[in-house]
């Protein structure tokens, strides 16, 4: 089944405590991103990567990092999580080919920093 | 600058009644356009999507759309809303090649018995 897999699904943690959200795509898909959904606000951006090795900041970039080593993997870091980041999170990927860009959500991490 | 417009935050509609989800996009190349849902504790859906051709365009669960290039609309339309339907709708915008999606604020949709 081709799907977008995210872990964990829930995650309460404590502020400065590093932790790693991992993505993973099944669909050969070049372009990955990482969202944060906040009430009112909608869907933002905070990094993509349209290939291996290709990554760049999105909207609101700051107090996260990505790499993407392997094709199907676009994991998000926070490595000094805050409060703000208290949020629900989307990994989502596509295809860059033209027609075909439509992204492939995640089912989201919902994530708390105490 | 690249924008999506949902104008309307949250609708109350009865069930069995008709529905539209307004939608204006500022985008400044031929736009990508896209509608998504999103259920309670769920994940984001692709309802349906317009690349080019026909600008009306039919998704899944009854939903269609239509593309209005001359008002930058690409408003989400329902005949029959059924209570399943109650979820936050998502439109979209993007463009070939770039992979980047702009979403709007979204727009929660209650359903009435």
């Known amino acids: 089944e081709a799907q977008v897999t995210q872990n964990p699904r829930y995650l309460i943690t404590v502020t400065g405590k590093k932790l790693t959200v991992t993505c993973s795509q099944n669909m050969n898909h070049e372009y990955m991103s990482w969202y944060r959904q906040d009430p009112g606000l909608g869907l933002r951006q905070i990094y993509y990567?349209?290939?291996?090795?290709?990554?760049d900041k999105g909207d609101v970039p700051e107090g996260y990092k990505v790499s993407r080593k392997e094709k199907r993997n676009f994991p998000l870091i926070l490595e000094s999580p805050s409060p703000n980041q208290t949020s629900l999170y989307f990994c989502?990927?596509?295809?860059?080919?033209?027609?075909?860009?439509?992204?492939?959500f995640g089912p989201g991490t919902r994530l708390t920093v105490t | 600058a690249q924008s999506v417009t949902q104008p309307d935050i949250h609708i109350t509609v009865s069930e069995g009644a008709s529905l539209e989800l307004r939608c204006n996009y500022s985008y400044g190349a031929t736009p990508y356009l896209f509608w998504y849902v999103q259920s309670p504790g769920q994940g984001l859906q692709l309802l349906l999507k317009?690349?080019?051709?026909?600008?009306l365009v039919q998704g899944i669960k009854g939903f269609e759309a239509e593309f209005k290039r001359s008002q930058s609309s690409f408003n989400l339309r329902k005949p029959s809303v059924h209570w399943s339907d109650a979820a936050e709708y998502f439109c979209?915008?993007?463009?070939?090649?770039?992979?980047?999606?702009?979403f709007g604020q979204g727009t929660t949709l209650q359903v009435k018995p």
């Open positions: 317009y690349f080019s051709g026909d600008t």
């Open positions: 990567s349209m290939n291996v090795e290709v990554t």
């Open positions: 979209a915008v993007g463009g070939s090649n770039t992979g980047k999606l702009i």
């Open positions: 989502a990927s596509s295809h860059l080919t033209s027609g075909r860009v439509e992204q492939y």
